[in-house]
């Protein structure tokens, strides 16, 4: 009769769920990233959105460095 030899290591099952658990973990940080990276580029285009409104809502005074 043949014995399996006995190992440490665990078994196959057991290595598969703990690599879908660290695939799973990147995904949501991969996700939560993905989501400050969005936040910021909005961020972004609401501030240049915001300076260039507040440029062409400055008041126009007439004065021309070009007139004659």
Do not use: F, N
């Amino acid at each position: 009769m043949k014995r399996k030899p006995v190992s440490d290591a665990p078994d196959l099952h057991t290595q598969l769920e703990s690599l879908l658990d660290q695939v799973w973990e990147s995904e949501a940080d991969w996700r939560l990233w993905d989501r400050v990276d969005a936040m910021v580029l909005i961020e972004t285009l609401r501030s240049k959105r915001a300076a260039s409104s507040a440029q062409d809502a400055e008041p126009d005074d007439g004065s021309c460095e070009h007139a004659a």
